[in-house]
């Protein structure tokens, strides 16, 4: 694992944009697993504005989604779809087909699941996967737990990520309670990680995550076992961690 110290949110983006481009330069017909929220969030801006200035390509990039929450209409504006599409989807020369998220409004979880792991799956795999870090330790939504969920799975958010999600809806009630997330299996098959991390509110997240053991308990703990791990973070998110020099 692989530990970058960015000076803040700006020069975090600005590292993993160029990360990610660095990919889609090498392989124009890349994977990328893709994620919401807001650490990604200026990620995105970044590679807006160099596919703008003609320095990127997305004509052959496929995507696939980490997440959806389960009942959201893609028209919601707090979708993950709507979130895609209004931060990269539609400022891209990205092939709207070769995008794909879990369909949060299929009601049935088992066939949804199936069928967003044989998506994946028929993708050949994610070159590239970008994460966020939930302040609980999630990735994705695999939420802490006794066990490491392997696929596609329906979550039943924690009151803590409701909460810490409800900023984005008018109030707690209206933060879906439930969502289908790839598992830590799916996630870990990646050939390549990159986690962005931004923040005094996650310090905790990474000291526990990066620097403490390997535990379900720590969802995001476990990318301390992948061969490919690049974690950017600022320094108000590192502030609880020594790194060697
Ligand atoms: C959300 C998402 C995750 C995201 C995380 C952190 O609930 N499902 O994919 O990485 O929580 O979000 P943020 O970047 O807004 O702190």
């Known amino acids: 694992m692989k530990i970058i110290k960015a000076k803040d949110y700006e020069d975090m983006s600005r590292k993993a944009a160029n990360i990610i481009s660095a990919q889609v330069i090498m392989k124009p017909d890349c994977v990328l697993g893709l994620a919401t929220g807001s650490s990604p969030v200026g990620t995105y801006e970044k590679l807006v504005e160099w596919y703008r200035k003609g320095d990127l390509d997305f004509g052959d990039v496929t995507t696939v989604n980490l997440d959806e929450y389960r009942g959201l209409p893609r028209e919601n504006d707090q979708s993950y779809y709507y979130f895609m599409h209004n931060h990269l989807f539609d400022y891209v020369n990205i ?86 997330s790839m598992g830590i299996q799916t996630i870990m098959m990646a050939k390549k990680i990159l986690v962005v991390v931004s923040g005094a509110d996650k310090a905790e997240a990474v000291k526990n995550a990066f620097f403490g053991p390997v535990t379900p308990k720590v969802p995001g703990s476990i990318l301390q076992m992948h061969p490919n791990v690049v974690v950017v973070a600022d320094e108000a998110a590192l502030s609880k961690c020594t790194l060697p020099e």
């Open 95 to 180: 092939n709207p087909e070769r995008t794909f998220l879990p369909d949060g409004m299929n009601d049935d979880p088992e066939k949804e699941c199936a069928r967003y792991e044989e998506v994946i799956c028929a993708t050949g795999g994610v070159d590239l996967q970008l994460l966020g870090l939930g302040h609980n330790g999630h990735i994705g939504f695999n939420e802490p737990g006794e066990f490491f969920e392997k696929g596609t799975h329906c979550v039943d958010l924690q009151p803590s990520t409701i909460e810490a999600n409800k900023r984005f809806f008018a109030s707690a009630d209206d933060v879906p309670k439930q969502a289908y």
